[in-house]
């Protein structure tokens, strides 16, 4: 199973909202990773977790809310969010952070959750 | 800080022929890990080939090869006998200590039957 799955695949919420998005992964994977990206542009990290604890935060605001509660599961709670927060939101899993091995840098990536706030 | 740059925003290639796509890429570090994703219309993102910094050797992957020169920083992909199946968004990478995968800006190719 090399598989990395994403729900909901669309989601429309007001700006008082809150909402989750979910990823899942059974590759036994140790680092999970939210991505957002927009229209024709590359994927922007968000954040990373490491054998269930955050390990990078880049300067996200709080109304994105991550959560891993377990090595398989990572969650994305949204609230308040803005217009300009629409965009497709990618999760990905690594067999760990590490930053060599032959896995290094290998990410596997969901479908991604298209995320409209109106 | 550790950059990606992909200069051509768009690409287009006849079936059956060869293209490459360009990277150029700028890092302080000895060791780190060159990568190229491929983003098909559907959207799911996966990996079509891989280089580590201290190999000389060009990777290859079927039609896929990249060209790594590593005193220019550049890391550019051939693809070969091109398909329909090779229309999609490509981002180059680059993975460092700093455990964060950088993209590019991004080349859509498209692939004319």
């Known amino acids: 199973d090399t598989e990395v799955t994403q729900t909901p695949k669309h989601l429309v919420m007001g700006m008082t909202n809150k909402k989750s998005l979910k990823c899942e992964q059974h590759?036994?994977?140790?680092?999970m990773y939210w991505y957002k990206q927009k229209a024709k542009k590359p994927p922007e990290l968000m954040f990373v977790?490491?054998?269930?604890?955050?390990?990078i935060n880049e300067s996200v605001p709080s109304r994105f809310s991550p959560e891993c509660p377990n090595s398989s599961l990572l969650n994305l709670h949204l609230h308040a969010l803005q217009p300009e927060d629409s965009a497709l939101y990618l999760c990905?899993?690594?067999?760990?952070?590490?930053?060599?091995?032959?896995?290094?840098?290998?990410?596997?990536f969901g479908e991604g959750s298209r995320l409209t706030v109106l | 800080a550790q950059t990606v740059t992909q200069s051509q925003p768009e690409m287009s290639v006849q079936e059956a022929e060869t293209v490459t796509l360009s990277c150029t890429y700028d890092t302080s570090e000895s060791d780190y890990y060159l990568f190229w994703y491929k983003q098909p219309p559907s959207r799911q993102m996966i990996l079509v080939i891989r280089q580590e910094a201290y190999k000389q050797q060009n990777a290859t992957e079927n039609r896929f090869s990249v060209n790594f020169q590593k005193a220019a920083k550049s890391f550019s992909l051939k693809i070969s006998d091109s398909q329909l199946g090779d229309a999609a968004m490509y981002f180059c990478?680059?993975?460092?200590?700093?455990?964060?995968?950088?993209f590019g800006q991004g080349t859509e190719l498209s692939v004319k039957p």
């Open positions: 990478a680059s993975f460092n200590q700093g455990g964060k995968l950088i």
């Open positions: 977790y490491s054998y269930e604890k955050l390990s």
């Open positions: 990905a899993s690594s067999q760990d952070q590490g930053t060599s091995g032959p896995r290094a840098g290998e990410l596997f």
């Open positions: 590759m036994g994977h140790r680092a």
